[in-house]
């Protein structure tokens, strides 16, 4: 075992993924926000917070913003305060689904002079980017419709062709747009980008610097998610993954929490299609700790994309070519099964530590009095989340 972790051992050490500021903030669902004590009140702090992880980990150099959520007078001086922390910003994420303006739509709405305020929202959201560094602009969109007949599905998709447009048309040249989609909710009847091969045909339409964001949490129950990974993959769309678990819909819990082999299966493509440690594609987190401490709560979340990438490293690739052009229907996946059932934790537990890593970065946080030392300093969080 341990010649086979050591080959993988250099790519685990590339390994990066980005945090979402929002998963400090407090959260919870449409019934209840619980407000946890050490929340942070600023962008700073949550900034502060995200580094925590990466100090413990080293695995997430860099911080997701929402704008407005994430709003301060100077972005730039935001960016340096990150680097002092040791993370950098990353991507930047729009919110055209809190004003009552967009109750009926955004980017596709029928009145045009409310698809510019929401293009210029994102325009923004482009400045931002600009004063960050920042390259990815993410747009998830609330729109849709709950009833037949309430809106017109196609002339919507026109809409919102014309409105991405025009967005991407700002992007600077190494700048880029990643559209995320979504099953449902909030809207019930149809929502205006429900899955992938919506958000493949606008973006496809727009250019190479314009892909797809697939949300682990997005799809209906049942939904091969690990052939939606090959396929984009495949088609050089995978821009991004917001990585989270669900047991019912979006429940946006801690990733690998209610299907670890889901996670498994969908790294092994990530893998097998060239998605790991390749720029183009981006891994981060999209969660929500509604119950539990944030900060644990994102540590759990990168270590357990990192055990199951390392599972995913270790399947013999050959073997399994080997059996699947012979259909050994029965040998390929129980080479895929032994990939999955290989405990890798005491070896990655060694390997962190020859890094100066925390052996156990869980045990090594709860140690250290972090939480303790929040939770005194800071009164009063209020700083948004999703549900916020």
């Not at 990466?54 to 709003?71: E, K, M, Q, S, Y």
């Not at 097998?272 to 709560?297: S, T, W, Y």
């Not at 540590?299 to 699947?324: F, G, K, W, Y």
Request: aromatic share 10%.
């Amino acid at each position: 075992m341990s010649d086979r972790f050591d080959a993988i051992a250099p790519e685990l050490a590339k390994q990066a993924i980005e945090l979402p500021s929002w998963a400090f903030g407090n959260s919870g669902t449409r019934f209840k926000v619980f407000g946890t004590p050490g929340t942070p009140r600023t962008v700073e702090e949550k900034i502060a917070d995200a580094a925590t992880v990466h100090r413990f980990t080293g695995l997430a150099p860099a911080v997701a913003l929402h704008i407005p959520w994430d709003h301060v007078d100077d972005f730039a001086a935001l960016r340096g305060y990150a680097a002092e922390h040791g993370v950098q910003l990353g991507t930047v994420n729009s919110n055209t689904f809190q004003d009552d303006i967009y109750k009926f739509g955004s980017l596709t709405h029928s009145d045009p002079s409310v698809r510019q305020k929401a293009i210029d929202h994102h325009f923004r959201c482009i400045d931002v980017m600009d004063a960050t560094g920042s390259r990815d602009l993410k747009i998830w969109l609330a729109d849709g419709t709950n009833y037949p007949g309430q809106g017109d599905i196609r002339s919507r998709q026109d809409w919102l062709h014309e409105s991405l447009s025009t967005i991407y048309e700002r992007l600077g040249d190494d700048q880029r747009m990643v559209l995320e989609y979504k099953f449902f909710e909030p809207a019930f009847y149809h929502t205006d980008v429900p899955d992938w091969g919506t958000s493949y045909a606008q973006v496809s339409a727009l250019g190479d610097k314009a892909k797809v964001c697939l949300d682990t949490g997005h799809h209906a129950p049942g939904t091969n998610i690990e052939f939606i990974v090959a396929q984009l993959l495949r088609l050089g769309k995978l821009g991004s993954f917001d990585f989270n678990s669900r047991f019912y819909a979006d429940d946006d819990l801690i990733v690998g929490a209610a299907d670890p082999f889901q996670l498994f299966r969908i790294l092994m493509e990530v893998v097998r299609g060239g998605g790991f440690n390749n720029p183009d594609v981006a891994f981060m987190l999209d969660q929500c700790h509604n119950v539990e401490d944030k900060i644990p709560g994102q540590i759990r979340s990168v270590l357990n994309v990192q055990e199951m990438t390392a599972r995913a490293l270790l399947l013999d690739r050959d073997a399994l070519n080997a059996a699947q052009s012979e259909h050994d229907v029965l040998g390929a996946n129980g080479i895929v099964m032994d990939a999955f059932y290989t405990d890798v934790r005491a070896p990655l537990a060694d390997w962190r530590e020859s890094r100066g890593l925390p052996a156990d970065p869980m045990a090594a946080y709860a140690a250290s009095g972090y939480q303790r030392s929040i939770e005194n300093e800071r009164v009063g969080g209020t700083q948004a989340g999703w549900g916020a």
